[in-house]
């Protein structure tokens, strides 16, 4: 994977403006209810970067990066998760997916949403239309992995996601997801929060937390402000008496490399390699849809993988 490099270009400079985004992970409630809030600012705006991406786009794909980041928490060892929306409306759907060392990817299928109109709010139930949300967990200790789905209900990805928990798992669940722009269109601050009950938690409690997730502070204005995510934590949930687990990482991550794309175009059918081998173009581009880095192959390489299928 490459990234364009916002943050300067030395080792240090790119440490410093990685440091502020983690995640961190709380119990409450004597342990019936989770929590976990995430700073996502620099993992927004390296993705808005790498995939060149106006506002709309960033705040859409935005919001699904931090969702998966949010969903790190649950995860532990090679665990990994991926959110597929599938939709009829101008953005056609997305993928994101992370993994247990807080590692996000994923694209949006349109990257250039046509708009008749300014964007008079940030209802964006129009740009989903209908469709159908679906998570798919990869878990190390799983024989293959679990898909759930359900359909698209409210065109909002924290919404969404919430009654996806609700409805496929059974588990009372809120996200909030936001992205703070400023007058520019700057991404100034990203970030999420989601709350998720534990067997035993009381069912009013649950209802007032949902209420208090949905008409929360706005975390990208936080974020964009600098301030101490344990802070808010401590002041907004104060009568249940959060308590810090742990904090960790996460980043705007792809695994992918030369190697791994070079693999997959020898895997093409032999005839088309073959045909690509002889004709070209070249130098053959191919991107990675997961992060939008661009690897290139001249006609000696492509004749390399061409022979090591044919001998």
């Not at 364009?4 to 992970?25: C, I, T």
Request: glycine letters at 8%.
């Amino acid at each position: 994977m490459e990234k364009k490099k916002l943050f300067g270009n030395d080792l240090k400079q790119q440490l410093l403006a990685s440091k502020n985004d983690r995640l961190y992970n709380y119990i409450m409630d004597d342990g019936h209810i989770r929590c976990a809030i995430v700073n996502c600012t620099r993992m927004v705006n390296e993705m808005r970067s790498n995939f060149d991406l106006g506002i709309l786009e960033t705040l859409i794909a935005g919001q699904a990066y931090i969702a998966a980041s949010l969903l790190t928490a649950n995860l532990k060892g090679n665990d990994r998760v991926a959110v597929k929306i599938e939709c009829s409306g101008p953005l056609k759907g997305l993928t994101v997916e992370s993994n247990s060392f807080g590692e996000v990817r994923g694209f949006l299928k349109n990257q250039a949403i046509e708009l008749d109109k300014p964007l008079e709010s940030f209802n964006l139930s129009k740009f989903f239309g209908a469709g159908f949300i679906s998570v798919t967990k990869y878990l190390e200790d799983a024989k293959q992995p679990y898909t759930g789905q359900i359909m698209l209900e409210y065109g909002d990805i924290a919404n969404d996601i919430a009654n996806y928990f609700h409805k496929s798992e059974q588990t009372p669940t809120a996200f909030n997801l936001s992205v703070s722009f400023d007058k520019d269109g700057n991404v100034k601050g990203a970030g999420g929060l989601f709350i998720q009950a534990m067997p035993g938690a009381d069912e009013q409690s649950i209802i007032k937390l949902e209420d208090k997730i949905n008409n929360f502070p706005s975390i990208g204005k936080f974020y964009e402000e600098n301030q101490d995510p344990d802070i808010l934590i401590s002041k907004e949930f104060k009568s249940l008496k959060p308590k810090q687990l742990g904090d960790y990482r996460v980043e705007f991550f792809c695994r992918c490399d030369d190697k791994k794309i070079g693999g997959m175009v020898e895997m093409l059918p032999i005839d088309e390699l073959k045909d690509i081998a002889e004709n070209g173009p070249f130098p053959l581009e191919i991107k990675c849809h997961n992060c939008n880095t661009s690897y290139t192959y001249d006609k000696e390489q492509i004749e390399d993988l061409y022979n090591k299928r044919t001998n």
